[in-house]
């Protein structure tokens, strides 16, 4: 799996409040239990993930190769704590000029796209961007884009996001439909 440099520096910045952790494997759908990263303060969440989207890796995958081209990347930082959360993705190598969605989701991702679960809620039963975490972007000319989404609160370490799945159209804002992006085209599990 390559990483670009771009995504590498974006993850060390993001993580960037000491040393890093010690590292250990981790078996494939595991998370760790207690909040992971380089903060001290009691509670803080630190999550990411990265990598090249692949079909035989469920912890990064890939569903719809038309909207996610061989070669496609992702990034993502979750920082939590002090009754705030900010999350930020960085992609690549997508299908040009196209808005995707984008959501944090309940379970880690797997070999079917259904198996993420629903949205990650902060408040059960709101599906609204002040209680999930929605980051939808738009592509660039290269198939590049980015997105940041702050929340007024901070993940309970006992209730975390697994995955930030990527969809295939743009978050449906308001209506009966709120919430909806179309069909799930890759996954990223958090760790």
């Known amino acids: ?22 590292m250990r494997a ?12 380089a903060s001290a303060q009691e509670g803080a969440v630190n999550l990411s993930s990265a990598g090249e989207f692949t079909t035989t890796d469920t912890g990064v995958i ?8 061989q070669g496609a990347q992702v990034s993502v930082t979750v920082e939590s704590s002090a009754g705030a959360t900010r999350t930020s993705l960085v992609a690549e190598g997508l299908l040009p000029g196209h808005h995707y969605g984008a959501h944090l989701h309940a379970k880690p991702c797997g070999g079917k796209p ?34 940041t989404a702050k929340q007024d609160w901070a993940f309970d370490p006992a209730h975390l996001p697994g995955s930030l799945v990527i969809h295939a ?18 996954c990223l599990t958090l760790r």
């Open 1 to 22: 799996m390559r990483v670009p440099a771009f995504l590498l520096v974006l993850l060390a910045a993001a993580g960037c409040a000491g040393s890093p952790p010690p």
């Open 26 to 37: 981790e078996a494939p759908g595991e998370r760790a239990a207690a909040p992971v990263g």
């Open 62 to 69: 890939a569903y719809d190769r038309t909207l996610v081209p």
């Open 114 to 147: 259904d198996d993420a679960g629903p949205h990650y809620q902060h408040h059960p039963g709101q599906i609204t961007p002040a209680s999930e975490v929605w980051l939808d972007f738009t592509t660039d000319a290269e198939g590049a884009g980015r997105s």
């Open 169 to 186: 159209k743009p978050t449906v804002t308001s209506g009966p439909q709120a919430g909806t992006a179309g069909d799930r085209v890759a």
